[in-house]
């Protein structure tokens, strides 16, 4: 297929605004109407935070291409993956008339997204293990569809979606296939991002948030065809990503094995609060989880939630979207002895 086919016309059409330090990062800069004195703090890495960053990410994307094992052109880095999220519906959904598809449950921000975009969402429901029903979604696909958004593994079920499925939706359907992978670094398999010099129209998205350790520092990052990276690169915010964020993501990629061993920790404390979770009266189902977190039921579960809120833990209520469940995140042993024993306490009443 080809992308440009998609893509809304206006886009096509634009004129990107060009920045100043598009051409030109050293010399001497009078170009951008800067403070050539410098910062009113002190400048701790001496990134000259008296300067507009790099619009085009070049030093972390030759970094985390490296790291990855792949090529710097087919990378992109956002301001988390939620700004990827809202670029790509701005890429290829008309408002009004083109339509997403969302696997329900799933992750609430792609919806919100579209709403805000005034695009519409088919939301399809997994089946009954969590996986694609592709069936029902060939037959919800109309001539304005334009995206499917795939998390895996899945927020809140914790579940990896089948890459096989992913991937006969990527070759079959004319539009965007996006799979958000924010919790791939806990999973037991492989991200899909080796797979995006196959078909052009495949999205994957990955974030430091997670198994980095870094949600207040706002950095996600997606793998495409060279075609989809520069249309990301074409409607962005000038200089969406800023030098201080650049300089903790160039770090923590120097310092990799300690992400990984992070996700070791976290991966036996799952262990540790499922095992506990199963053998706990008043648990009702332990879903298995290829993530931080773990989803399971109870009765009562809003009621559960507010008395855990009260004892000062506090984890998510997922009852609307999946009956009668709580999600919590995997926490420090400490943590998790708290949670475990407050919810033990409150569901003996
Ligand atoms: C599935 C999923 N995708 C994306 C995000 C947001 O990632 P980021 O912090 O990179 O914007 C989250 C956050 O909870 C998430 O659960």
New binding site residues.
């Given amino acids: 297929m080809k992308i440009e086919s998609i893509v809304r016309k206006n886009i096509l059409q634009l004129k990107p605004y060009t920045s100043a330090r598009e051409d030109h990062l050293t010399g001497i800069l009078l170009d951008a109407n800067e403070n050539s004195f410098g910062p009113v703090v002190n400048d701790e890495w001496n990134i000259g935070l008296n300067r507009y960053p790099d619009p085009f990410h070049n030093k972390l994307r030759e970094e985390l291409a490296s790291y990855l094992s792949m090529r710097k052109e087919n990378l992109f880095i956002g301001v988390?993956?939620?700004?990827i999220i809202d670029l790509t519906i701005r890429i290829f959904c008309e408002p009004k008339i083109d339509n997403v598809i969302t696997l329900e449950p799933t992750?609430g921000?792609y919806k919100v997204v579209c709403d805000i975009n005034d695009v519409s969402t088919i939301s399809l429901p997994l089946n009954n293990n969590f996986q694609i029903d592709l069936e029902k979604v060939y037959k919800a696909i109309t001539t304005n569809t334009k995206v499917i958004f795939i998390?895996s593994p899945n927020?809140p079920t914790g579940n990896l979606i089948e890459p096989k499925s992913i991937m006969e939706l990527a070759e079959k359907f004319n539009g965007i296939v996006f799979v958000?992978e924010?919790?791939i670094d806990f999973a037991s398999q492989d991200s899909l991002i080796a797979k995006v010099g196959r078909v052009p129209n495949l999205i994957v998205?990955r974030?430091?948030?997670k198994a980095w350790g870094l949600?207040g520092v706002?950095?996600?990052f997606c793998a495409s065809s060279k075609e989809i990276i520069n249309l990301l690169y074409k409607i962005k915010m000038p200089y969406n990503l800023n030098k201080l964020t650049s300089e903790v993501i160039l770090h923590a990629l120097k310092n990799y094995e300690q992400k990984d061993k992070f996700v070791q920790a976290i991966k036996n404390e799952r262990k540790f609060i499922k095992d506990e979770l199963n053998s706990m009266p008043g648990i009702t189902k332990v879903y298995p989880s290829e993530t931080n977190y773990i989803l399971f039921e109870c009765e009562n579960p809003s009621s559960v939630y507010t008395k855990l809120i009260e004892i000062g833990i506090v984890i998510r209520d997922r009852s609307s979207q999946v009956k009668n469940s709580l999600r919590v995140s995997v926490g420090t042993r400490e943590e998790n002895i708290k949670f475990l024993n407050g919810l033990k306490d409150i569901l003996a009443g």
């Fill in positions: 988390g993956s939620d700004e992750y921000m998390c927020n958000d924010a919790y998205t974030t430091f948030s949600a706002r950095c996600g």
